[in-house]
């Protein structure tokens, strides 16, 4: 059932466990993540970046997909679909084309401006029902464009957005988009736990969820984190699983370049991720 993300990362925060976003590129990965949070029992959130959504032909045409998968797979546990690091346009866009949450990422913008820009945002959310999340201190690596060098947030930054009424807030703790490199320094647990000490029992999310350590990430659901993104490690699985299907020549053989055969592999190994994702972040059977 599509749902507003509120109510789940609000249970997950109090029950110590996370709801995992997974991005989704098309129908295929679309079907593989509800199947596999069906199967698990897990409450799941669909994440749709401006360029996938552009690229599926735009945010109705996402918007529209997922209902019809919900009703068609008949999907009863807890589905959102979020719009990941979005422009103010592309929100309201969103909202428009019936999605269930947003994520407004104003955070390169002065903090004035953020302010600004988010309140009139959680406005119109509260008056759709839709939930919204907000970003401080820029995620590092890139995703669509946004790059970031992994800063960590001002935790009075952090009150001064949450204060607003935002349903969830992703805060920088070092965190980064795509592969982690080898230099990198981990979680600042620091910042976070000073977040957390400003914003109360706003539920914290975790962007670039992909090769963070399992002690790491089990560690910040215990300092308040309730939603963790995961996008980069379902590509690899995916592009991996796919390279070994040509590799093999199974494309070659029978009707091995049937797009539903060619994808297949793929496609379970996405499954997969999702699978051990729900199992670390603890959301399966909590739907």
């Known amino acids: 059932m599509l749902v507003n993300a509120k109510d789940m990362l609000q249970k997950a925060r109090e029950g110590k466990y996370a709801v995992g976003q997974f991005n989704i590129n098309n129908l295929e990965w679309t079907k593989a993540i509800l199947q596999t949070a069906e199967e698990q029992k897990s409450p799941v959130i669909l994440g749709v970046s401006e360029g996938a959504g552009k690229y599926m032909t735009g945010f109705k045409t996402v918007a529209d997909m997922v209902k019809a998968m919900i009703e068609e797979l008949n999907i009863t546990v ?6 990941d690091h979005g422009t103010y346009d592309g929100c309201m866009k969103c909202i428009k084309a019936g999605f269930s949450s947003i994520m407004f990422d104003g955070s390169h913008y002065p903090i004035d401006e953020n302010v600004e820009k988010t309140k009139e945002l959680v406005q119109i959310c509260a008056e759709k029902g839709l939930s919204l ?14 790059v970031g ?3 960590c947030a001002d935790p009075d930054e952090c009150k001064a957005i949450a204060d607003l009424g935002v349903d969830m807030l992703a805060a920088g703790i070092g965190n980064i988009h795509g592969k982690y490199p080898e230099n990198w320094p981990g979680l600042s647990f620091e910042t976070l736990a000073a977040v957390k000490e400003k914003v109360g029992d706003m539920p ?10 399992e002690d790491m990430i089990k560690k910040a659901i215990s300092l308040g984190v309730a939603k963790i993104n995961v996008n980069t490690e379902c590509q690899l699985a995916f592009a991996d699983a796919t390279r070994k299907y040509i590799e093999a020549g199974k494309d070659l053989a029978g009707k091995g370049f049937d797009p539903r055969k060619l994808l297949a592999p793929g496609t379970e190994a996405i499954k997969e991720t999702v699978k051990t994702k729900m199992e670390l972040f603890g959301s399966v059977g909590k739907a």
């Open 133 to 146: 999340e907000a970003e401080v201190g820029s995620i590092g690596g890139e995703e669509d464009g946004v």
């Open 78 to 83: 807890p589905v959102a679909i979020h719009l």
């Open 149 to 151: 060098m992994g800063e």
């Open 204 to 213: 914290l999310v975790l962007h670039g969820g992909t090769g963070i350590p």
